[in-house]
């Protein structure tokens, strides 16, 4: 069973940045993506961005795309998301998760295993 902790939430302001960390630990440390994902309130939860870790390759929404980056460093077991130009709606919990087998859709919650209990991003001025 793979642990997942979420860390580097808090408040912002708009225009501000944040980096969050995701550390696992535990067995099996393999997995096929790690991903990032936010929940706000009333609202399903969503794919933000996502890395593979074979080919590195990253996955973004929309929403997000040019304003946040997902990178890895496995020698310290960390995914981070760097988010820049924070705006009122990037406003939610947000969590990570890992998948250990391939997946088409790397960046929909429904494909992933294991999940951290989550760390709160808020946009306000």
């Known amino acids: 069973q793979v642990q997942l902790v979420e860390s580097g939430g808090g408040l912002v302001q708009p225009g501000g940045a944040l980096r969050l960390s995701c550390t696992f630990s535990g067995s099996p440390l393999d997995y096929y993506a790690i991903g990032w994902f936010r929940q706000a309130p009333g609202k399903e939860r969503e794919g933000v961005a996502s890395i593979v870790d074979n080919t590195g390759e990253t996955f973004y929404s929309r929403p997000v795309k040019g304003r946040f980056t997902i990178s890895a460093d496995n020698s310290k077991n960390t995914v981070y998301l760097d988010m820049n130009n924070l705006k009122p709606e990037d406003t939610a919990a947000y969590y990570c998760?890992?998948?250990?087998?391939?997946?088409?859709?790397?960046?929909?919650?429904?494909?992933?295993?294991?999940w951290g209990p989550g760390t709160q991003v808020t946009v306000s001025s």
């Open positions: 998760a890992t998948v250990t087998t391939f997946k088409l859709h790397v960046l929909l919650a429904s494909e992933y295993e294991s």
